[in-house]
């Protein structure tokens, strides 16, 4: 499968607690983005990056979450101390050389108890 | 208020039944994607349009630039249609990341 995965798919976690998720993007695409899909909503851009860099983060993207992709490639997406607001979906997408055609993955689906 | 619109909300038709969802944003665009969620959250792209129209198979998506509105149309619905369609926009700027409707939830009974 040479799409865009994510893992893991579920995650259950008590408030309080810290959770990471990790994205692979399509091998030759550069741009990496996270979105968060909270329930009956559509998703909300949280961050990019192009190659290494992160070249923007929402205001959505309290202190709490933190962002990387060190050399390129998959990246992850760390929540510390979650709160129950949090409980979301959390997607990826990947694209090549720009914001234009994105391709998602699955999302992680984050419970927050 | 949100910069994309879509509506209906929800929608529920009969297998066969020619479908429309509409989309209009607020802001100038350089491109328009059309969505498809499927319960479980995974999306796939349908379409990516900055004019014009295009067709696979039975959908077909429409855009007008002047009136920032778009349309995804879907001939002789089938129940395996049933999902989220969901419109997002890129405007270009500062903001690299795309903008997203809240969603139609399809609903095709046989």
């Known amino acids: 499968d040479t799409g865009v995965s994510q893992d893991p798919r579920h995650k259950i976690t008590k408030r309080g607690q810290n959770v990471t998720f990790r994205c692979d993007p399509i091998s030759e695409h550069n741009r990496l983005y996270w979105y968060r899909q909270t329930l009956g909503q559509g998703p909300e851009f949280l961050t990019y990056?192009?190659?290494?860099?992160?070249?923007?983060k929402s205001r959505l993207l309290s202190d709490r979450f933190s962002a990387e992709r060190p050399k390129g490639s998959f990246s992850t997406l760390e929540i510390q101390r979650t709160e129950q607001g949090d409980s979301a979906m959390y997607l990826c997408?990947?694209?090549?050389?720009?914001?234009?055609?994105?391709?998602f993955g699955p999302g992680t689906r984050l419970t927050v108890t | 208020k949100n910069e994309v619109e879509q509506s209906p909300q929800n929608l529920t038709a009969q297998e066969g039944e020619f479908i429309t969802i509409n989309c209009s944003y607020s802001v100038g665009i350089s491109a328009l994607h059309w969505l498809q969620q499927h319960p479980g959250g995974g999306i796939v792209s349908l379409f990516m349009l900055s004019s014009g129209k295009k067709k696979h198979g039975r959908l077909i998506a429409t855009i007008n630039i002047q009136e920032k509105h778009s349309s995804l149309h879907i001939t002789a619905s089938h129940p395996r249609d049933s999902a989220v369609y969901i419109c997002a926009v890129y405007s270009g700027g500062g903001a690299d990341g795309l903008t997203f409707g809240k969603g139609t939830h399809l609903i095709i009974q046989p």
């Open positions: 997408a990947s694209s090549l050389n720009g914001p234009r055609g994105q391709y």
């Open positions: 990056f192009q190659n290494e860099a992160q070249l923007e």
